[in-house]
């Protein structure tokens, strides 16, 4: 199972992709840097991995489950 989110950004630069997930890493002002450090952690402990694919039309990140069922979300 994957689930994909996508937006229609400018995509994010190199040097900025190579630290998504870092603990304490963040580009804002009032960030902590823990939001995607959380995300990798609980994909973790779910056997899933995350994938990221960005360019200058957007980035999406993936969300890849291992398989073994069939699973409906409603």
Do not use: W
Request: glycine share 16%; with cysteine.
């Amino acid at each position: 199972m994957v689930l994909s989110v996508q937006d229609q950004g400018k995509g994010i630069e190199s040097d900025i992709l190579e630290k998504i997930g870092t603990p304490f890493f963040t580009t804002k002002d009032n960030g902590t840097g823990l939001g995607m450090a959380v995300c990798y952690g609980i994909a973790a402990r779910h056997n899933a991995l995350i994938n990221i694919e960005t360019s200058s039309a957007g980035t999406t990140f993936f969300v890849r489950f291992p398989g073994g069922g069939i699973g409906i979300i409603t």
